[in-house]
T-cell receptor, first 114, second 114 residues
Framework: DGGITQSPKYLFRKEGQNVTLSCEQN?????MYWYRQDPGQGLRLIYY???????QKGDIAEGYSVSREKKESFPLTVTSAQKNPTAFYLC?????????????FGPGTRLTVT | AQSVTQLDSQVPVFEEAPVELRCNYS??????LFWYVQYPNQGLQLLLK??????LVKGINGFEAEFNKSQTSFHLRKPSVHISDTAEYFC????????????FGAGTTVTVRA
């Protein structure tokens, strides 16, 4: 089955530690995205990548980093510089062939930092 | 820049009653509009999308939406809801100037009661 996997589903970390969230897709999509979801705020874009070895900052990139070494993978690192890292993180991907292609979402990772 | 306003944060509704979720957008260019649904602790699933053509768009699970360019709206409707429609619903907009990035509304929580 084609889809997007995010692991783990729940992640707990101590303040001051970096943590990496995994996102893998087997849809052969070119573009991949990371969003952060907080209650009552919808989804906010952290980073996105339209091709391998290239990525751009979204609206709230501070305190986060990404890499795109393979088409299938787009890991997100939440660094200790992120002031409020506790949130639900969603990864998405999209075929870049034209305007008609929507973003597909993974199941999300809930990160709790204490 | 594009933006989305979902006019209702919470919509309680009785089973088998109709429901309408309101969405207004702003953009300086032609837009592409989407409605997504999110069940608790899950990713987002596409309900329907408007790219061009007919202003009435039909989606999955009996949902439909109407694009109104003059009112810059894209309201979602279902004539008869089920308990299983209890979820959070997000309106999103994309355009050619934004690299097809999505801007999301804050979401509307629909609670269906028996």
């Amino acid at each position: 089955d084609g889809g997007i996997t995010q692991s783990p589903k729940y992640l707990f970390r101590k303040e001051g530690q970096n943590v990496t969230l995994s996102c893998e897709q087997n849809l052969n999509h070119d573009a991949m995205y990371w969003y952060r979801q907080d209650p009552g705020q919808g989804l906010r874009l952290i980073y996105y990548s339209q091709i391998v070895n290239d990525f751009q900052k979204g609206d709230i990139a501070e305190g986060y980093s990404v890499s795109r070494e393979k088409k299938e993978s787009f890991p997100l690192t939440v660094t200790s510089a992120q002031k409020n890292p506790t949130a639900f993180y969603l990864c998405a991907s999209r075929f870049s062939g034209g305007i008609g292609y929507e973003q597909y979402f993974g199941p999300g990772t809930r990160l709790t930092v204490t | 820049a594009q933006s989305v306003t979902q006019l209702d944060s919470q919509v309680p509704v009785f089973e088998e009653a109709p429901v309408e979720l309101r969405c207004n957008y702003s953009s300086s260019v032609s837009v592409y509009l989407f409605w997504y649904v999110q069940y608790p602790n899950q990713g987002l699933q596409l309900l329907l999308k408007y790219l061009s053509g007919s202003t009435l768009v039909k989606g999955i699970n009996g949902f439909e939406a109407e694009f109104n360019k003059s009112q810059t709206s894209f309201h979602l409707r279902k004539p008869s809801v089920h308990i299983s429609d209890t979820a959070e619903y997000f309106c999103a907009v994309s355009d050619t100037k934004s690299d097809y990035k999505l801007s999301f509304g804050a979401g509307t929580t629909v609670t269906v009661r028996a």
